[in-house]
Structure formats: structure tokens, C-alpha cells
Nanobody, 122 residues
Framework: HVQLVESGGGSVEAGGSLRLSCAASELLNCMGWFRQAPGKEREGVAAVDRDGSKTYGDSVKGRFTIAKDSANNRLYLQMNSLKPEDTAVYYC????????????????????WGQGTQVTVS
């Protein structure tokens, strides 16, 4: 199992920015970020493939950027133009399998999760 520890969450006003970080025991070929708001299901936010290809959920396209530092086994999520609806616990995710072989959050299976980091936008 991949060990994941998120950091960087906090409270910010609408329009502000935050950068989340995930320290991983290893980076798999495909890694991603999910989030879960109170009373809602966990949803995929972004994924990055081994060649650097990135995919994003529709609600964050153009505002969030996923990046990885393979040398240091770190995954990042830069979040700009934050909105109150972005309020959620954000989770780093390492899928041990991909449905169809596609690196996108919808395809993640057998996922190792971090403990999550709270992001609150007011």
C-alpha cells in the first residue's frame, strides 16, 4: 500500500488560492486528488499520468492545476479562484488499478487514500 500524507489545507476567502501537498511513500504511474463535501459523495478533482498528462473535473477546470515531483515523491494541487463550493476535505489518491487503463479519476480502482486536508472557502 502507498502511504499518503496531505497538507496545505486551511481557510481562505473566495477568490483566494491554496496549494495542497501530498507526501507519498511512492508515486504510482497515475495519481490523483479527490474531495468530499459534507453530505456529498467523494468526487474526483484531478489526475496526472506518468507522462505528465493531466485530467480535471469539470468544476475545477481552468482554476486548479495538478503537478508532481517524482524526485521527491510529492503530488501537488494548486487551487486558484477558489469558490465557497470548493469547500471540502481533499484527499490524495493512489490507484493500484485503472479501469480501462485510463488515468482519470473516474477510472481509479483499489485506491490508497491519505487522511485528507480540510479546505474552507468563505
Amino acid at each position: 500500500h502507498v502511504q499518503l500524507v496531505e497538507s496545505g489545507g486551511g481557510s481562505v476567502e473566495a477568490g483566494g488560492s491554496l496549494r495542497l501537498s501530498c507526501a507519498a511513500s511512492e508515486l504510482l504511474n497515475c495519481m490523483g486528488w479527490f474531495r468530499q463535501a459534507p453530505g456529498k459523495e467523494r468526487e474526483g478533482v484531478a489526475a496526472v499520468d506518468r507522462d505528465g498528462s493531466k485530467t480535471y473535473g469539470d468544476s475545477v477546470k481552468g482554476r486548479f492545476t495538478i503537478a508532481k515531483d517524482s524526485a521527491n515523491n510529492r503530488l501537488y494541487l494548486q487551487m486558484n479562484s477558489l469558490k465557497p463550493e470548493d469547500t471540502a476535505v481533499y484527499y490524495c489518491a493512489a490507484p493500484r488499478a485503472l479501469r480501462g487503463g485510463y488515468c482519470q479519476t473516474e477510472s481509479f480502482v483499489s485506491i490508497d487514500w491519505g487522511q485528507g486536508t480540510q479546505v474552507t472557502v468563505s
